[in-house]
């Protein structure tokens, strides 16, 4: 008997090219607990993070980057990921070089790793997307402080990462992945999310108080 399923895993091992849009897909309908189960002999990187680059790349098609500070790369027509997990890093690679087409522009994805000196390093200046894993933690007010004003999007995945000043934070809901927004610290950034993005997240919130910076 053919399913959904074993069509989505049929074209998962024949194209992993599609893999991404493949896994969005899945996000929404609902299957991610099926999606993970397919990548789980994946070798290079967690299942999980694969997931969250396909919601991060799909992103950035509902969100507005305005240029307002002529350092960052976006001025460059390249818009710069960045991470300091390797397993997220692994997967965000599956992006490097794709478009992201609006009605504002088209830019290409640059995927940078970020060590623990990033104090110092010149490459976290470059950023325009920062994906702060938990392993980070306990960083986040100094990454924050780092930031500033800069126009740059911060992505979490752990507990209070909103409240404390981030903008677009992974949950996991009865085994699935899904996001929560913080409009208020969108607007902080100059960073305009559409509402089609906002629809799809399972919480919104206003929140621009209690922040790291």
């Not at 959904?4 to 895993?9: A, F, M």
């Not at 990187?45 to 098609?61: C, D, G, Q, R, S």
């Not at 001025?75 to 070089?97: P, V």
């Not at 780092?146 to 911060?154: A, F, H, P, Q, S």
Request: include cysteine; charge should be positive.
């Amino acid at each position: 008997m053919i399913t959904v399923k074993n069509i989505i895993h049929d074209k998962i091992m024949k194209n992993k090219t599609n893999t991404l849009i493949i896994i969005f897909i899945c996000i929404l309908f609902n299957c991610l607990t099926f999606c993970l189960n397919a990548f789980g002999s994946t070798p290079g990187a967690v299942p999980e993070y694969y997931v969250k680059t396909a919601y991060i790349f799909n992103f950035l098609k509902f969100i507005q980057l305005p240029v307002i500070n002529q350092e960052q790369a976006i001025s460059t027509g390249t818009l710069t990921i960045g991470c300091f997990n390797k397993n997220a890093y692994d997967a965000l690679m599956n992006i490097k070089g794709k478009s992201i087409v609006n009605p504002e522009s088209t830019k290409i994805i640059d995927v940078i790793y970020l060590t623990s000196d990033f104090e110092i390093n010149p490459d976290f200046q470059k950023c325009n997307v920062l994906f702060i894993t938990s392993d980070q933690k306990n960083n986040l007010k100094k990454i924050l402080t780092l930031i500033g004003n800069k126009t740059i999007l911060t992505l979490g995945e752990f507990d209070n990462f909103l409240h404390e000043g981030g903008i677009i934070n992974f949950v996991t809901v009865n085994k699935n992945i899904k996001f929560e927004v913080n409009i208020g610290s969108a607007k902080d950034a100059n960073i305009e999310i559409r509402s089609q993005l906002l629809k799809m997240a399972h919480n919104v919130i206003m929140d621009n108080e209690n922040k790291g910076h």
